[in-house]
């Protein structure tokens, strides 16, 4: 594929990120705290959140494994910390929560099927083939070492706050309360938070438009999501803190 043509493709799938961000305002996906039956058969949990993810770690490992993409260098480091976040998601996160008899929409799981194919694609297509190809120069300088940084620091972020809500379910025996620990005393969805500081990380060190549009994609899903979160946090608690933000700390 030349890559014009590559690059006018992901230039109309963020425009399709875009377009999708303001419905996730008005309609929040039905799963987790959010679910509902009404959208068609439901699914095992910790099955929904295998099926969904383990396409980006396949998919984008083929591409790489197919390609030439993976030398042990700096895109190396590329390609490991892409997929290092996919096995963390598809292979240890599922089995991690203690969810009972907690289902999720079959369409929800389908849907990021879709994302994850696309998405693992454009990236590993371009780290395997076209980054070489196109000469792009992969050479460690001061804005690939802060990328770095921000990309561990984001993951260590979303993962902290992931056990802790984890450990919070499994030591409450009343659904969900409020929590309190890490970043929770400012933002709503510190998880969420952590991972969009994780891709702009990785955006930082690839410098590639496949991974500026998943950056692009990241917020434009969990921006809502955050929000609709916020919301229910203070539909549902009273003493909910009035101080505290959605995702972004003081702003939003």
């Known amino acids: ?126 780290l395997g083939s076209l980054s070489s190809e196109s000469g792009h120069s992969f050479v460690i300088g001061t804005f690939q070492i802060l990328g770095m940084i921000l990309f561990v620091t984001g993951f260590s972020i979303h993962f902290w706050h992931d056990r802790y809500l984890i450990r919070l379910r499994q030591e409450t025996s009343v659904g969900y309360v409020i929590p309190y620990g890490g970043l929770f005393k400012w933002v709503s969805c510190p998880n969420f938070l952590g991972e969009i500081i994780e891709w702009s990380g990785f955006a930082m060190m690839c410098w590639s438009l496949p991974a500026f549009s ?3 994609w990241t917020c434009t899903n969990l921006i809502p999501r955050a929000w609709q979160h916020h919301r229910w946090y203070r539909e549902h608690f009273n003493d909910y803190p009035k101080s505290r933000k959605a995702i972004i700390p003081g702003i939003f």
């Open 214 to 216: 998943f950056l692009c």
């Open 1 to 126: 594929m030349k890559i014009e043509v590559f690059n006018t493709l992901i230039w109309w799938w963020m425009t399709l990120g875009l377009i999708i961000m303001p419905l996730q305002f008005r309609i929040a996906a039905p799963y987790g705290r959010h679910t509902k039956t009404s959208w068609g058969p439901m699914i095992d949990n910790r099955v929904g959140w295998l099926v969904m993810e383990v396409p980006s770690l396949i998919i984008f490992s083929y591409f790489i494994i197919t390609g030439n993409g993976f030398t042990l260098d700096f895109r190396g480091l590329l390609c490991f910390s892409f997929a290092g976040h996919y096995i963390y998601r598809a292979l240890i996160f599922p089995m991690l929560i203690r969810t009972t008899n907690k289902k999720m929409p079959l369409a929800i799981a389908t849907s990021a099927i879709f994302f994850n194919t696309v998405n693992a694609s454009f990236n590993g297509y371009w």
